[in-house]
């Protein structure tokens, strides 16, 4: 599995593309402005202090696994400093994610997969006016995640905890649309494309949907695959560690790979 991975990744940064290789202005201008802004934010200093102290938390906590490969539940005794350094989004992933929603500005912002909570603390610092709906399956590692968002003073994160297949549903129904989505959690092929299609009847044209770790696995490439042929989906952006999907009206349907 390892070595498809780096087999893809080699593939990946061979086709893709900088800003300059896009003959789209909506993406030239993404990738120009947003994809690849570097540039230091006041914003990111607090949540990397955030990191570093999980990074050195040597407590233990039962992780409840949900899925990823297995429909059966799985505990484990783990460090939080271990679960930080092996599942936390780099930063800088986590810092384009935050790009991403400041340039989309969404009203709501749904995140499947909380983990510890630095990508949602990015997410809720990238928008201090929207709410940030962030959905994890373990109950241990989400009361970590809540002491985070408590410690960065974060006041407008609904946390949700339990099975992404039970609760999701019902999020989406409370929603009158869907701005910016994130799925990040149980990487498997019919979970994705379920989560995927349960989100179509309240997106728009200016929504994003971002999918995570879309090479980990077979089944999460041809999820991927199958995501980009529906005819709902105009752009799509394969940035290798997440994709992004567009659904702009009025625009050619057009597929981007780029390298980040």
């Known amino acids: 599995m390892l070595f ?35 540039n230091t934010k006041t914003d990111y200093n607090n949540i990397e202090q955030q990191r570093k102290k999980l990074f050195n938390d040597d407590s233990t906590i039962t992780v409840t696994d949900l899925g990823a490969g297995s429909h059966l539940n799985k505990n484990r005794i783990k460090k939080v400093s271990q679960i930080a350094k092996n599942a936390l989004k780099s930063p800088k992933l986590a810092q384009l994610i935050y790009r991403l929603a400041q340039n989309t500005k969404p009203q709501s912002t749904v995140e499947l997969g909380t983990c510890l909570g630095i990508t949602t603390a990015y997410l809720a610092k990238a928008n201090p006016e929207a709410e940030i709906i962030t959905i994890e399956g373990c109950p241990q590692t989400a009361e970590v995640a809540k002491n985070n968002f408590k ?7 609904e946390l949700h905890v339990g099975n992404f297949d039970s609760i999701l549903p019902d999020i989406i129904a409370k929603q009158p649309s869907l ?5 990040d959690g149980n990487h498997r092929k019919e979970a994705t494309l379920n989560y995927f299609k349960w989100c179509l009847p309240k997106v728009t044209e200016n929504s994003l949907l971002i999918f995570d770790d879309i090479y980990w696995s077979k089944g999460m490439k041809e999820a991927w695959q199958e995501i980009k042929k529906h005819p709902e989906v105009s752009i799509t952006i394969d940035l290798f560690w997440i994709g992004l999907v567009y659904f702009k009206k009025g625009q050619a349907k057009e597929h981007f790979k780029l390298k980040f």
């Open 4 to 38: 498809q991975f780096i087999t893809d990744y080699i593939k990946h940064r061979l086709t893709a593309k900088s800003r300059h290789g896009t003959h789209s202005p909506f993406v030239y201008q993404l990738a120009d402005e947003v994809i690849y802004d570097f």
């Open 151 to 157: 410690e960065l003073d974060l006041n407008n994160i």
């Open 179 to 183: 701005d910016f989505v994130y799925i």
